[in-house]
């Protein structure tokens, strides 16, 4: 009883162990054949992935050259668009228009002496109408009204008292022995000459000076600087015309103004201004025949008339006369 049931056991361990051998055998062969039924898939997969991406790199470079050509072509649209717009535009502009139909081989160059010429001009232009219309009539009519010992009296008079600011300028520029003559000069016609009426100085060597506070400040060195026309007053310069301040502040008939009656400063002044205008009557006719442009020609009168009164006559030579040697 005992054998039987050992070998019973026996038998089963044999059968189990068998089994277990075959099931291992169908576990190894199963995953074999997964193994390679997997390694073709994983091969298709990876020749597909290949593939793909050799097609996409294709793709990727085909459109890259696509895009390469494309922006070419665009740019050549561009540029042939360009030249087109160009070759359009350059048709359609036709430039500046010139009375000639050509530009100038070269434009005027600016006056040094006279850069505001523009603005002069028009200065000058209003200063012609004006003495046309107002001023000039009114020389005649003074000098029609006045005889001629009274206008020259009355010129004496005004010329008398011009003497005290030029006495004050001689010395100012250390011209002492001009502020001698000058001084004396007034001395004797305010005394002899009853009061200026008449010139006895003249007449004992004691000629007319013409000085100015414009005249000093060129003596110690100031420029005149650009030529200038005053409104009223006509021709004049920056250095000038700031002289003219000092003038009016040392001018008798100004000051003696605000002394006297608010009426006779007036009077006196507009006097003084006829009579002024008269004198220069006689000079229209010559100006307007000689002249071909009368404001270059009065701007070149005053410049040089200026600088020979600063020098005393007897000016250096300007770098205009060693250009023109």
Known sequence: MTRSVRLSSLLILLLASFLNGCATTNKNTTASDANTNASPVASSSTAADSNTAAGTSASNGSASSNNTNNNKNASADNSGAANNGGKKGAESYN????????????????????PWESMNRSVFS?????????????AKGYKWIMPDPIETAIGNVFSNLNDIPVTFNNILQLKFNNALRSSGRFLVNTTAGLGGMLDIASDIGLEKQNEDFGQTLGYYGVSSGPYLVLPVLGPSST???????FDFASDPVAVGSFFVAPFIGPVVGSTRFADTRARLLENDKTLNEAA???????????LQRRRNLVYDGNPPPSKDDHDTE
């Open 126 to 138: 209003f200063n012609e109408t004006l003495d046309t219309n107002v001023l000039k009539p009114v």
């Open 95 to 114: 430039g500046p228009v010139f009375k000639n139909g050509a530009p100038p081989a070269s434009y005027p160059a600016v006056n040094k002496k006279d």
């Open 239 to 245: 250095r000038d015309a700031g002289g003219l301040v």
């Open 292 to 302: 071909l442009d009368k404001y270059e020609f009065m701007r070149e009168a005053y």
